[in-house]
């Protein structure tokens, strides 16, 4: 089993910047891709960024290309997701996720990982 606990949301104005951090315990050392989600209320869930632990490739979503950034510090089996000049349709709860199978392409779907994060708020105001 794998356990994923996010952090480091929050109120932000627009313009401003945060930091996500996901830290991955339990069987970590069998993860292959890390990923960002965010759902909007009363939206689906949407793929943000993940990254590869392995290579440290990323995959973006067009909407936040440019502004955001994802990363990995392998030590610590954390994820990070800077987010910058952050804007109010960036509002949402944010999940991480995990894909546990190997794959030759990180997959920007929910379908692509198995194990996920409970979620932080993350609220943009105008």
């Known amino acids: 089993q794998v356990q994923l606990v996010e952090s480091g949301g929050g109120l932000v104005q627009a313009g401003g910047s945060l930091r996500l951090s996901c830290a991955a315990s339990?069987?970590?050392?069998?993860?292959?891709?890390m990923g960002w989600f965010r759902q909007c209320s009363g939206k689906e869930r949407e793929f943000v960024a993940a990254?590869?632990?392995?290579?440290?490739?990323?995959r973006y979503a067009d909407s936040i290309k440019g502004r955001f950034t994802i990363s990995r510090d392998n030590a610590k089996k954390t994820v990070y997701l800077q987010m910058n000049n952050l804007e109010p349709e960036d509002t949402a709860v944010y999940y991480c996720?995990?894909?546990?199978?190997?794959?030759?392409?990180?997959?920007?779907?929910?379908?692509?990982?198995?194990?996920w994060g409970q979620g932080t708020q993350v609220t943009v105001s105008s």
């Open positions: 996720a995990a894909d546990s199978r190997d794959g030759l392409s990180i997959i920007p779907a929910m379908g692509g990982y198995d194990y």
């Open positions: 339990g069987r970590a050392f069998s993860l292959y891709d």
């Open positions: 990254i590869r632990w392995s290579s440290g490739r990323t």
